[in-house]
């Protein structure tokens, strides 16, 4: 008797992007639903938090294609995180730091200890970012996160082997021509 296994690899993306850029009208125009199962976009707190309203309606125009999104750039725990949840975030993220650094002042109102709890409420993960040795992995495990990175697991890398065919394409959104 012979074992087949099958393994899927699932590979996503986390691509940040500006406020700037979520205004752009190409940006929501080029991108199709195709790309929602593999591509998260992650925004930054204070662009999310000062956002005019055509940046929220692009942003709720993505999301009405079926595409995720991640809080990036967290420098303060005053968090709508049900607001979040309504926009179709799926992700905070989180330096190591603010866990780890016991004599850093939060500025906010979740305590350190109930971040992933408050989060989980509304279906929020949490991605823990800056991991550098097992030290931290193990305390920060005390604090249940979902997802880690850093350089722990892995240098950051190129997602293409070939960087020189990345440097001769320009990093723009075209809108198609019809």
């Known amino acids: 008797m012979s074992l087949i296994l099958h393994i899927e690899i699932i590979a996503s993306y986390f691509v940040l992007v500006t406020a700037v850029a979520l205004l752009a009208p190409a940006l929501v125009s080029s991108l199709t639903a195709d790309l929602t199962p593999k591509l998260y976009f992650e925004f930054g707190q204070s662009d999310i938090e000062t956002a005019p309203p055509a940046t929220i309606g692009n942003l709720g125009r993505l999301a009405d294609l079926g595409f995720r999104f991640s809080l990036d750039q967290v420098t303060y725990l005053y968090l709508d995180i049900q607001g ?30 109930d971040i992933k709890k408050m989060l989980d409420r509304d279906g929020l993960d949490l991605i823990v970012e800056k991991i550098e040795d097992e030290a931290q992995l193990v305390e920060l495990l005390d604090f249940e996160i979902d997802f880690g990175q850093g350089y722990l697991f892995c240098e950051p890398r190129l997602s293409r082997t070939d960087s020189r065919a990345l440097s001769s394409r320009p990093w723009t959104w075209h809108t198609p021509v019809p």
């Not at 926009?87 to 004599?103: G, H, M, Y």
């Not at 850093?104 to 305590?111: E, F, M, P, Q």
């Open 84 to 113: 979040l949840s309504a926009k179709n975030f799926w992700f905070v993220k989180l330096d190591a730091s603010f866990l780890l650094d016991r004599d850093r002042d939060l500025v906010g109102d979740i305590a350190r200890e």
